[in-house]
Each structure stands twice: as C-alpha cells, then as structure tokens.
C-alpha cells in the first residue's frame, strides 16, 4: 500500500476488483453516480470502461477507461471535469457477464478473440 493509499484509507486495485456501486468521482472528487458494470475482455484483460447509474436520471452512462485515474476500494476516480460528467454519452446495453463481487461484464460484439 503506498503512503498516499494508507492516508486516505483507499487501496488501489485492478480494473476487474472494482467494486460494485461504488462512487464514480469527477476530478474534483464529486461523486456523480456509481459503477453498474465493468466493459472490457476478462480473458485478455483489457478494461474499455465503465458504465455509471448516474445521481440525476435514469439512463446509465458511460465512462471511457481513458478517463479513469484510479480505481480503489472504495471509489473510481476519473479525470473528468463536472461539465465532461454531465455530458457523458449512454450506455448502449449489449452482452452481459456476470464477474461475482466484481459487479457485471460486458463484452462488445465488435471485440474478437485472439
């Protein structure tokens, strides 16, 4: 754990360890909603993202894993500003995996093997 985890209590993990409903913070450390899924390929792990219940509306969003900063036990941090926050595009539902404690996977049609 570095000096930085251990002082806010938060424990940097993996991109498939991320915690189920947990906050999705702006780079202010606002939370603007919390993690519904992860989107990525487990076999080859790559993560694509993340798709976030947001606090106002209904329709989840999606986050882009180049805007995520850390992912911690607690949170995932990302390097959006509020006014990026609020125009996140939606997420467009398509093939679910379940991954345990993780939350739910998705893989995209588009991703192939090998």
């Known amino acids: ?3 930085e985890s251990a002082a806010d209590g938060e424990e940097q993990v993996a991109w498939i360890m991320t ?3 947990a906050p999705v913070l702006d780079q202010e450390g606002t939370a603007f909603g919390t993690t519904a899924s992860l989107l990525g ?3 080859s792990d790559i993560f694509h993202g993340l798709a976030v219940k947001p606090h106002s509306g209904h329709q989840l969003l999606e986050v882009a894993a180049s805007h995520v900063a850390k992912i911690t036990t607690r949170a995932v941090h990302t ?3 509020p006014e990026e926050a ?3 595009p939606l997420y467009q539902q398509e093939r679910w995996y379940h991954l ?3 939350g739910l996977f998705r893989k995209r049609p588009e991703w ?3």
């Open 41 to 43: 390929d487990e076999a």
């Open 86 to 88: 609020a125009a996140l």
């Open 100 to 102: 345990g404690e993780g």
């Open 19 to 21: 915690p189920f409903h």
């Open 1 to 3: 754990m570095t000096e």
């Open 112 to 114: 192939r093997d090998g």
């Open 79 to 81: 390097d959006l500003s």
